[in-house]
């Protein structure tokens, strides 16, 4: 079973399961939701800013 360690969105896991998969979730700590928000973060930026770069050669 691949291992994805991501946030996710209420409701999320229930849709998941709902389509007959298995998933296990858990609720992270003060601290280590702060440090995935700003990884979540990062990653978004990193992806924009890619993007950017990608229009700016067309």
């Known amino acids: 079973m691949p291992i994805y360690n991501k946030l996710v969105r209420d ?19 003060e601290e280590e939701y702060i440090d995935s928000l700003k990884n979540k973060f990062q990653e978004e930026v990193n992806e924009y800013l890619a993007a950017k770069k990608m229009i700016k050669k067309l």
Not at 11 to 29: A, D, F, Q, W
């Open 11 to 29: 409701r999320i896991p229930e849709m998941i399961e709902g389509r007959g998969k298995s998933i296990r979730t858990r609720i992270l700590n």
